[in-house]
T-cell receptor, first 115, second 113 residues
Framework: DAGVIQSPRHEVTEMGQEVTLRCKPISGHNSLFWYRQTMMRGLELLIYFNNNVPIDDSGMPEDRFSAKMPNASFSTLKIQPSEPRDSAVYFC?????????????FGDGTRLSIL | SQQGEEDPQALSIQEGENATMNCSYKTSINNLQWYRQNSGRGLVHLILIRSNEREKHSGRLRVTLDTSKKSSSLLITASRAADTASYFCATPEGDNYGQNFVFGPGTRLSVLP
């Protein structure tokens, strides 16, 4: 039973470059979340989608960040242009929004380093 | 926003001992969740407790919820080296019926063999 799949697992790039992170949620799940984790700020929600529609993007730090969910099985988080302070681990999670509390299922993250 | 705050920030125990972690939150909730994160991995859901429940068990895990004190605790009994991880509590954001959760800063548990 495949879990949430993220790619790449590691990304090292120079500042100013465009970075695209990818996520495949668990089949059948209708909610998808993008988080950023750093030592200083912990786990922060960037944006989440219900049924492919962005519901809350108030956590997106700047216009340099954008996220899309073109279909139920794929989402991207893009940073353009990237900056060293964007270095963090980015997680994608999915859940089944049913009106009842549900757990979130996390991928293993993308460790992003901006030089 | 509501945010769970775990206590202690770090905990070091010997294998076989029990580990207790606490979580405090600010406003009313309809459920609270605990997650574990092993080094270099994503968070893994451990247990969900609803506001009308006081205690819940799952294997060696016991979670309690005291809504009057706005606090929860996670007890791991007979700890093992494999329990070494960070543990997070998560509380709902906003109207409590959405899927958006706020995670606390976590407790780093080290179980020494």
């Amino acid at each position: 039973d495949a879990g949430v799949i993220q790619s790449p697992r590691h990304e090292v790039t120079e500042m100013g470059q465009e970075v695209t992170l990818r996520c495949k949620p668990i089949s059948g799940h209708n909610s998808l979340f993008w988080y950023r984790q750093t030592m200083m700020r912990g786990l922060e929600l960037l944006i989440y989608f219900n049924n492919n529609v962005p519901i809350d993007d108030s956590g997106m730090p700047e216009d340099r960040f954008s996220a899309k969910m073109p279909n139920a099985s794929f989402s991207t988080l893009k940073i353009q242009p990237s900056e060293p302070r964007d270095s963090a681990v980015y997680f994608c999670a999915s859940s089944l929004h049913s009106g009842e509390p549900q757990p979130q299922h996390f991928g293993d993250g993308t460790r992003l380093s901006i030089l | 926003s509501q945010q769970g705050e775990e206590d202690p920030q770090a905990l070091s125990i010997q294998e076989g001992e029990n580990a207790t972690m606490n979580c405090s939150y600010k406003t009313s909730i309809n459920n609270l969740q605990w997650y574990r994160q092993n080094s270099g991995r994503g968070l893994v859901h451990l247990i969900l407790i609803r506001s009308n429940e006081r205690e819940k068990h799952s294997g060696r895990l016991r979670v309690t919820l005291d809504t009057s004190k706005k606090s929860s605790s996670l007890l791991i009994t007979a700890s093992r080296a494999a329990d070494t991880a960070s543990y997070f509590c998560a509380t709902p954001e906003g109207d409590n019926y959405g899927q958006n959760f706020v995670f606390g800063p976590g407790t780093r548990l080290s179980v020494l063999p």
